[in-house]
């Protein structure tokens, strides 16, 4: 295929749609890819650079009043609490007849939850133990549920909200959420700051696919690749035509019966 025939296409693709090409970008291969490249770290048994120093550097710039803060996050952002509001918000889009919002808050935060526990059960890493922690945990760490949590709840109702005049508000006060508790499971020792990392960006991704499908971005998105279908297939069915010995092409016989050309490759 011709370098400029390619450089061609892709630029009609920018072009037609860059907007959805930036969201599956950064809204969910970044993401992933984070996430795995971490898991492959800790997976591997190397640990993450910097886990321990940083855990290290918080605890010595540890006070009663950032205990606290980080104790509050804790107790705010558990199971119980996540599960009380997040039944609030589904019993208000319930009230008001937003089923479709329903579903993708349903889907985005409690999907979020179930690759928390496969995600922990698969890699099975342990807490740290470099102090008695003022809140401890005895599940596994990676990645923090907390932050998952956390992450997932402050993306959906930004996704949410983002066409309405609550969207800075959401969007500021979701991320504050998301990092004060990523920041409090580190403080308080009972996660490394690579599980919380993996928490934020294993939510983001989530989140960032089930908005792509949920959205008109997903039309968009067959669009794109209906038109690369057409673009791959068109240009191999000429070359090949073009290839093709005579007897072939033409349709007579050498010694053999015609062999059809290939058009399509994808059904």
Same mark, same amino acid.
């Given at each position: 295929?011709? !370098?400029?025939?390619? $450089?061609?296409?892709?630029?009609?693709?920018?072009?037609?749609?860059?907007?959805?090409?930036?969201?599956?970008?950064?809204? #969910?291969?970044?993401?992933?890819?984070?996430?795995?490249? *971490? /898991?492959? %770290? *800790?997976?591997?048994?190397?640990?993450?650079?910097?886990?321990?120093?940083?855990?290290? #550097?918080?605890?010595?710039?540890?006070?009663?009043?950032?205990?606290?803060?980080?104790?509050?996050?804790?107790?705010?952002?558990?199971?119980?609490?996540?599960?009380?509001?997040?039944?609030? *918000?589904?019993?208000?889009?319930?009230?008001?007849?937003?089923?479709?919002?329903?579903?993708?808050?349903? !889907?985005?935060?409690?999907?979020?939850?179930? $690759?928390?526990?496969?995600?922990?059960?698969?890699?099975?890493?342990?807490?740290?133990?470099?102090?008695?922690?003022?809140?401890? %945990?005895?599940?596994?760490?990676?990645?923090?549920?907390?932050?998952?949590?956390?992450?997932?709840?402050?993306?959906?109702?930004?996704?949410?909200?983002?066409?309405?005049?609550?969207?800075?508000?959401?969007?500021? @006060?979701?991320? $504050?959420?998301?990092?004060?508790?990523?920041?409090? +499971?580190?403080?308080?020792?009972?996660?490394?700051?690579?599980?919380?990392? /993996?928490?934020?960006?294993?939510? @983001?991704?989530?989140?960032?696919?089930?908005?792509?499908?949920?959205?008109?971005? #997903?039309?968009? !998105? +067959?669009?794109?690749?209906? %038109?690369?279908? @057409?673009?791959?297939?068109?240009?191999? /069915?000429?070359?090949?035509?073009?290839?093709?010995?005579? /007897?072939?092409?033409?349709? +007579?016989?050498?010694?053999?019966?015609? $062999?059809?050309?290939?058009?399509?490759?994808?059904?």
């Amino acid at each position: 295929m011709p !370098l400029p025939a390619v $450089l061609a296409f892709l630029g009609h693709v920018l072009r037609r749609h860059l907007r959805l090409l930036l969201g599956l970008v950064f809204g #969910f291969l970044a993401p992933w890819l984070l996430f795995l490249e *971490i /898991a492959e %770290e *800790i997976w591997e048994g190397n640990g993450f650079p910097g886990d321990q120093s940083i855990l290290q #550097f918080l605890h010595a710039h540890a006070s009663p009043t950032m205990d606290a803060v980080a104790l509050w996050f804790a107790r705010a952002g558990g199971p119980w609490a996540t599960l009380v509001l997040e039944g609030l *918000i589904i019993l208000g889009l319930l009230l008001v007849r937003q089923y479709r919002a329903l579903g993708f808050f349903a !889907l985005a935060v409690g999907g979020a939850g179930l $690759l928390n526990l496969f995600a922990k059960y698969i890699l099975s890493r342990a807490r740290p133990a470099l102090w008695v922690s003022l809140s401890p %945990e005895t599940s596994y760490s990676f990645p923090s549920g907390h932050s998952m949590a956390a992450a997932a709840l402050a993306a959906t109702l930004g996704v949410m909200l983002w066409r309405t005049r609550f969207r800075r508000p959401a969007l500021v @006060l979701g991320t $504050l959420w998301a990092l004060g508790m990523g920041w409090s +499971r580190v403080y308080l020792g009972v996660h490394f700051p690579s599980d919380v990392l /993996a928490g934020w960006v294993g939510s @983001l991704g989530w989140v960032g696919g089930l908005h792509l499908l949920f959205a008109r971005y #997903f039309m968009q !998105l +067959r669009h794109v690749w209906g %038109e690369a279908r @057409l673009y791959w297939n068109g240009r191999a /069915a000429a070359r090949l035509a073009r290839e093709a010995p005579p /007897a072939v092409a033409s349709g +007579r016989k050498c010694g053999q019966e015609r $062999l059809p050309i290939p058009v399509r490759f994808w059904a």
